[in-house]
């Protein structure tokens, strides 16, 4: 089995930062792409960014140029440091990642999600 466990979010300003981590554990053989989605009220779940394990990374756009995503292959960890953040940005972020537990077994894991909240 594997578990994805998330930092915290929280509450900031509007214009502020956060960093979001989510580690990795268990039966990993390989993790492939790792990513960070979100969740507003009443909205569907949306990618906000990946990450290959070779480092290949892609952002939606509503957060390119504000949001960074990287990872750390040795710590089966990826984060997300989120700057110049807006009201809009305010959802529950999910991880995710497409992990082989075996040569011929992969699967999709989420984490339990963190609430980020942004005031004006």
């Known amino acids: 089995q594997v578990q994805l466990v998330e930092s915290e979010g929280g509450l900031v300003q509007a214009g502020g930062s956060l960093r979001l981590s989510c580690a990795a554990s268990g039966s990993i053989f390989r993790i492939n792409v790792m990513g960070w989605y979100r969740q507003a009220p009443g909205k569907q779940r949306e990618l906000v960014a990946g990450?290959?394990?070779?480092?290949?990374?892609n952002y939606a756009d509503s957060v390119k140029g504000r949001f960074t995503i990287s990872r750390d292959n040795a710590k089966n960890t990826v984060y997300l440091q989120m700057n110049s953040l807006k009201p809009e940005d305010t959802a529950v972020y999910y991880c995710?990642?497409?992990?082989?537990?075996?040569?011929?077994?992969?699967?999709?894991?989420w984490g339990q999600g963190t609430q980020v909240t942004v005031s004006s």
């Open positions: 995710n990642a497409d992990v082989a537990t075996g040569i011929l077994r992969t699967k999709i894991y």
């Open positions: 990450i290959t394990a070779g480092g290949n990374t």
